[in-house]
């Protein structure tokens, strides 16, 4: 943490902590519900603060893949996100490096621009969803 020039604080590690062991994607609210049982003193407004800052400084990911809120990722290497807008699930896609480097030459930035953050979010059925939708049309 200290590493991205971050002030360690036992709130903002133990956000930090439950990212590095819950690759869920989790929404800042889902990270204070789990966290504040066993931190009495910790605030959701904590939490939104350290996760913003964390995502700011790069030490995790913001994932914008829902109106209006953002899920936070600890693994920060370049992969994909599948969001199921049935059940809800986000699932990671890990691309080869090759296919990855491909696929941004094939939609490069400006040129002059910098690039900041990459991401690429499917939505739609999971495979589990998309049997059950198939299931009640039939
Ligand atoms: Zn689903
Ligand atoms: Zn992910």
Redesign the pocket.
């Known amino acids: 943490m200290e590493g991205y020039g971050i002030r360690p604080s036992l709130q903002r590690m133990a956000v930090m902590a439950y990212l590095m062991e819950h690759r869920t994607h989790p929404t800042a609210d889902e990270i204070f519900s789990a966290l504040a049982p066993a931190i009495p003193t910790l605030s959701r407004t904590t939490v939104y603060n350290t996760v913003s800052m964390l995502a700011a400084r790069g030490a995790i990911l913001a994932l914008d893949l829902e109106a209006g809120q953002m899920h936070y990722d600890g693994d920060t290497s370049p992969h994909a996100h599948f969001l199921?807008t049935?059940?809800g699930?986000i699932y990671d896609i890990v691309p080869e490096a090759e296919g990855w480097r491909q696929l941004l030459s094939a939609a490069p930035p400006p040129p002059g621009a910098r690039v900041t953050d990459t991401q690429l979010n499917y939505k739609g059925?999971?495979a589990?969803?998309n049997e059950q939708h198939d299931h009640k049309n039939n």
């Open positions: 199921c049935c059940c699930h059925l999971c589990r969803c």
